[in-house]
C-alpha cells in the first residue's frame, strides 16, 4: 500500500511505475527514447510515521496535447523546482513526525505495523502489476482507453484487497502475533483506494501537472501525520499509525478524483489495455524480485525478533532513507532522461556516468560515514534514550546505504540504454544472494547481524552488478573504478575520526554528536583541499550544471 510502504521497503527508485504517493518526476518532461522502467536499488523501510519517501522515475512520454506553453524545455526546469521542492517538504514533515512519533510510542507500535505492512506491500506490487510503468510510457490515451484502465486498476486493487483481507489470520499465524489480524483488516482497503488513484495520478504525471501533485503529496503526508500524532497524545498507541496511513490516502484518494477524474464509462475492459498488461508484466517481475530483497529482512526480524525489534529496526533504517531520499531522487529525475538522450553519443555518455558515480561518491560515503560514527548519540537526541539500540543498528546499516546509492545508477544503466531484461536476469540471480544474507546475519547475530550482512553483501554485489550493466555498452570498467576510489577513500577517516571525538567528549548525547560531527566534517573538508581531490569537486560542480540545464549537457 502506497500510504504505508513507510513500513515496507518501497523500491522507491529510477524506472519504479508510479505506485507511491511521491510520484512526481521533472523529468518525464524531457522527450527521450522509451526503454523500459523497471526498478532498482531501491530504498528500504521507514516504519509508519510518514508517508513513503519513494523517489519514482520513469521515463514518461508526456500526453502531446497536455504540454504547456513554452514548450517541454521550460515544463521540465519548472518541473524540477517544484519536484524537488515538494520531496525537501515530505523530507521535513517526514523528519518531523519521526521524532515526535518516536517520543509519543514504543518501538512495538512500530514494529506490529511494520509486521503488516512487509506482507501487504507485495499485495500492492500484485495490485500495479506495473502498469502505472506502463501508462506513464505511452504517447496518448483515448478516453475510452483511459476508462478501461481506471476499471482495470480498481478491480486488481478489490481483489487485492479481498485476498489479503482473507489471509488475516494467517499473516497473524506467520508471526506469532495475534494482534496483526485485526490490523490487516483494517489496513486492506487502501489496496482498493491505492487502485483508484494509481491511473488519477499517472493521468496527472503525463498531463505535466507537476505542482498539482507535489501539493497533493506533501498535503496528505502533513494531514496523516497530523492525524497520527493527536492519535499519539489521545493514547492510541499502534492505531495512531493506522491513522497515518487512513487519513493520507484518504485525502489522496479525494484530491485526485477533484482534479484528475477522466471521464469513465461503464464496467468494461477492452483489448486496448492488453499491451500495457504485458509491459507491466516485465516491470512486475523486477519489482517483486527487488521488494523481496528489501522486504524479508522485516519478517526475519519480526518473525524471530518480535515487534518491539523491529520497530527499532525499522526506524533505522528510516534514518538511513532520509539522505538516500536526498542523494537519489533529485539525481535520477533528471539524470535518467538525459542518460536517454546521450544513449548513441557514447563519450558524453560515458562522461556522464563518470560525472554521476563521482558526485554519489563524495556524498555518500562521507555523509554515511560521519552519521555512522556519530549513529548512537544522534538517535538518542532524535528519538530518545530507549532507541539507542536503533543507532547501533544504523550505523551498520549506513555500509548498505553506500551500495545503495552507488546501485542506483546501474539502474540509469539499464533503463536508458533499453536492456531491462538483462536487468531481470541478473535480479534472479542475485536477490536470492540478499535474501540468504537476512537469515544468515540474523542466525549469527540477531538484526546487528543481519544489518552487517546486508550491507556486505550488497558491497559486494556492487561490481558484478557494474560489469552486467555495462557489458556490451560503451561504458568500461575504468569508467566505473577511476570516479569511485578517491570518494571512497574518504569513508575510513571521516567515520573513525567523528567516532573517535564522539567518545572522547564524554556522555552527553548532544555534545557528542556535535563534536562528533563537526569533526568529521572538518576531516572531509581538509582532505578536499588535497590536489587530487580538488580536481573532482571542479567535476562536480560542472556535473551539477549540467543536471541544472540538460540541454547544455
Known amino acids: 500500500m ?53 523517489t519514482e522515475a520513469t521515463v514518461a512520454s508526456p500526453d502531446p496535447e497536455a504540454i504547456p506553453p513554452g514548450g ?23 523528519t518531523v513526525s519521526t521524532v515526535l512519533l518516536a517520543r509519543l510510542l514504543v518501538p512495538e507500535d ?52 479481498v485476498v489479503v483481507a482473507a489471509c488475516a489470520p494467517l499473516i497473524a499465524a506467520l508471526y506469532g502475533e495475534p494482534r496483526l489480524t485485526v490490523l490487516v483488516l483494517v489496513l486492506s482497503p487502501g489496496l482498493l483506494i491505492n487502485g483508484l488513484c494509481m491511473p488519477l495520478q499517472t493521468k496527472l504525471q503525463r498531463e505535466l501537472r507537476f505542482s498539482t501533485l507535489a501539493s497533493i503529496d506533501v498535503l496528505s503526508m502533513l494531514f496523516g501525520v497530523t492525524a497520527s500524532i493527536a492519535g ?3 493514547g492510541w498507541g499502534v492505531w495512531s499509525l493506522v491513522l497515518l496511513t487512513g487519513v493520507g490516502v484518504v485525502y489522496r484518494l479525494i484530491a485526485l478524483i477533484r482534479v484528475a477524474w477522466p471521464k469513465v464509462g461503464r464496467p468494461r475492459i477492452n483489448r486496448e489495455v492488453m499491451p500495457f498488461v504485458g509491459t507491466g ?3 512486475f517481475g523486477v519489482q517483486l524480485l527487488n521488494y523481496a530483497a528489501r522486504n524479508i529482512d522485516n519478517i526475519v526480524v519480526g518473525r524471530f525478533g518480535g515487534a518491539a525489534l523491529l520497530g527499532l ?6 534514518l538511513l532513507l532520509l539522505p538516500l531520499s536526498q542523494l537519489n531522487g533529485p539525481l535520477t529525475r533528471v539524470a535518467l532522461p538525459v542518460l536517454s538522450r546521450l544513449q548513441d553519443d557514447h563519450e558524453r555518455y560515458r562522461r556522464y556516468v563518470r560525472s554521476a558515480l563521482l558526485v554519489i561518491g563524495y556524498l555518500a560515503c562521507p555523509v554515511f560515514a560521519v552519521a555512522a560514527g556519530v549513529a548512537v548519540p544522534l538517535v538518542e537526541v532524535l528519538l530518545g534514550d530507549e532507541w539507542s539500540r536503533a543507532g547501533t543498528i544504523f550505523s551498520l546499516l549506513a555500509i548498505a546505504g553506500v551500495a545503495q546509492a552507488f546501485g542506483n545508477i546501474q539502474g540509469w544503466l539499464y533503463i536508458s540504454l533499453g536492456r531491462t531484461r538483462k536487468q531481470l536476469v541478473y535480479y534472479v540471480v542475485t536477490r536470492p544472494i540478499v ?11 540477531e538484526v546487528e547481524g543481519l544489518a552487517l550482512c546486508y550491507g556486505v553483501v550488497s558491497l559486494l554485489l556492487l561490481w558484478p552488478g557494474f560489469r552486467m550493466a555495462i ?25 573513525l575520526v567523528s567516532w573517535g571525538v564522539a567518545h572522547v567528549v564524554g556522555d552527553i548525547a548532544i555534545l557528542q554528536l556535535l563534536a562528533g560531527g563537526l569533526a568529521g566534517v572538518l576531516v572531509l573538508a581538509l582532505l578536499c583541499l588535497l590536489p587530487g581531490f580538488r580536481g573532482d569537486v571542479k567535476q562536480i560542480l560542472a556535473f551539477v550544471r549540467t543536471v541544472r540545464n540538460p540541454r547544455n549537457g
Open 2 to 54: 502506497s500510504e504505508i510502504r513507510d513500513t515496507a521497503r518501497d523500491p522507491g527508485v529510477p524506472g519504479e511505475p508510479v505506485t507511491g504517493p511521491a510520484a512526481v518526476v521533472a523529468a518525464e518532461a524531457v522527450t527521450v527514447p522509451e526503454p523500459d522502467p523497471v526498478v532498482t536499488e531501491g530504498t528500504m523501510p521507514v516504519a509508519a510515521t510518514a508517508a513513503t519517501a519513494a
Open 72 to 94: 517541454l524545455a521550460r515544463a521540465t526546469s519548472r518541473g524540477v523546482l517544484v519536484t524537488l521542492g515538494g520531496q525537501w517538504g515530505r523530507t521535513v514533515v517526514q
Open 110 to 161: 512500530f514494529g506490529l505495523v511494520a509486521m503488516v505492512t512487509a506482507i501487504v506491500g507485495v499485495a500492492d506490487l500484485l495490485r500495479d502489476f506495473g502498469l502505472s510503468g506502463a501508462i506513464v510510457q505511452v504517447k496518448k490515451i483515448s478516453s475510452e482507453l483511459w476508462s478501461s484502465l481506471v476499471w482495470l486498476s480498481l478491480g486488481l486493487g478489490a481483489i487485492c484487497m
Open 232 to 234: 499519539a497524545l489521545l
Open 281 to 283: 508484466a516485465n516491470i
Open 313 to 318: 529496526y525499522s526506524r533505522a533504517y528510516n
Open 435 to 445: 535474501i540468504a544474507s537476512f537469515f544468515l546475519g540474523y542466525w549469527w547475530d
Open 471 to 495: 557489458s556490451g555498452t560503451a561504458v568500461t570498467g575504468a569508467d566505473v573504478l577511476k570516479p569511485v576510489l578517491r570518494p571512497a577513500s574518504l569513508a575510513v577517516p571521516c567515520f
